[in-house]
């Protein structure tokens, strides 16, 4: 089981490829305090990645529907089609993030409403 993940682009730019990858919240090292921003890691990326960003998109959104029907995860499955970190393709590219919840989108069935919205309740274009 995954909790609440988040997922965006991952793109290699030695081989110019995109990579959607996924991160979970993680605790901040040290003492945390509750005005302490979540910190978030990746758990993984498509390996191979596609060619274009928009079959990164695609894929990305296929990966949410299918983890909100396998009931693979336990809270909200957010994600930014738009959101394009670089990584120079050296190494293993783990990702450490401290991010803005407000600027990604709530993912929702097709039964739930046709509809996505945003972290803040307002509806997305």
Request: contains cysteine; hydrophobic residues 35%.
């Amino acid at each position: 089981m995954i909790d609440s993940p988040v997922m965006y682009i991952l793109q290699n730019t030695e081989t110019k490829r995109f990579h959607p990858l996924a991160l979970k919240k993680v605790p901040m090292m040290g003492i945390q305090l509750k005005s302490d921003p979540d910190r978030w890691k990746s758990i993984g990326h498509h390996t191979v990645g596609f060619k274009t960003v928009e079959e990164a998109r695609k894929d990305i959104l296929s990966h949410c529907k299918d983890l909100a029907s396998n009931q693979m995860v336990f809270g909200p499955i957010h994600y930014d089609l738009n959101k394009v970190v670089v990584w120079d393709g050296i190494g293993n590219p783990v990702v450490n993030a401290i991010l803005n919840m407000d600027e990604f989108t709530l993912y929702k069935s097709e039964e739930e409403n046709v509809t996505t919205q945003s972290c803040d309740g307002n509806s997305k274009e």
